[in-house]
Nanobody, 126 residues
Framework: QGQLVQSGGGSVQTGGSLRLSCEAS????????MGWFRQAPGKEREAVAR????????SYADSVKGRFTISRDNRENSLYLQMISLKPEDTAMYYC???????????????????WGQGTQVTVSS
């Protein structure tokens, strides 16, 4: 399978902003659902945001609505997560992932995400 390479992340104070990037190599994910996930130590991995191939349909975890924005640039084969108003609770390892091919509304929530980026750490301090 192709590979997803992430960049961005880092340490910020509460209220700060970060932008995560994810670039696909070896393939294009134009036709696939894409998503951002995160996992904090001792917690289960959770979906943060998901997006349809054309970017017209997005979904977010309740905890990040209004603060995080998922976007994609299919020409550059890139996926982004813009994060603002960061909170300590957002501290986690963040992963981008490729899901199944889009098949209609709700399919990205149901998709199987099988190709994963290497992860980038986001740390938010008070």
């Amino acid at each position: 399978q192709g590979q997803l390479v992430q960049s961005g992340g880092g340490s910020v104070q509460t209220g700060g902003s970060l932008r995560l990037s994810c670039e696909a190599s070896g393939y294009t994910y134009t036709s696939y659902c894409m998503g951002w996930f995160r996992q904090a130590p001792g917690k289960e991995r959770e979906a943060v945001a998901r997006m349809s191939p054309g970017g017209g349909t997005t979904s977010y975890a309740d905890s990040v609505k209004g603060r995080f924005t998922i976007s994609r640039d299919n020409r550059e084969n890139s996926l982004y997560l813009q994060m603002i108003s960061l909170k300590p609770e957002d501290t986690a390892m963040y992963y981008c992932a490729q899901g199944s091919a889009y098949s209609g509304p709700g399919s990205c929530r149901r998709a199987e995400y099988r190709v994963w980026g290497q992860g980038t750490q986001v740390t938010v301090s008070s």
